[in-house]
């Protein structure tokens, strides 16, 4: 049996709560990394977190030196959100969605 859950996902932090039961961040972590996922216009999803997005990320979450988002950095790596490729960290690609705020449909399959 197959069941469709249809969710209204119309911003970037309702999306990532959808996926939070995975990676079980906290409130100020959806936070910080919807606005890292905003800034960086997830296209290509190449240096997700270089400095001049931690610069933009830093001056809308009104967080003074943006230095203070290698803690979330780190975070996100040891959760499995972001990983690193080469030299530069990239976001996980079950977060890359074409779908990002408008509705998604969630396939529930019952065995």
């Known amino acids: 049996m197959k069941k469709k859950i249809t969710v209204k996902a119309n911003s970037t932090y309702k999306y990532l709560q959808l996926w939070n039961g995975i990676f079980n961040l906290t409130n100020t972590e ?19 977190c270089a400095m001049e997005n931690k610069k933009a990320v830093a001056e809308s979450s009104d967080i003074k030196d943006p230095n203070t988002l290698n803690n979330y950095i780190k975070k996100f790596k040891d959760k499995g959100v972001i990983q690193k490729v080469g030299s530069n960290y990239v976001l ?5 969605s074409e779908k990002n705020g408008e509705t998604i449909e969630i396939a529930i399959i019952k065995r």
């Open 30 to 48: 959806l936070i910080i990394l919807s606005a890292f996922i905003d800034v960086n216009n997830i296209t290509d999803n190449t240096n997700f």
């Open 92 to 96: 996980n690609k079950l977060l890359i």
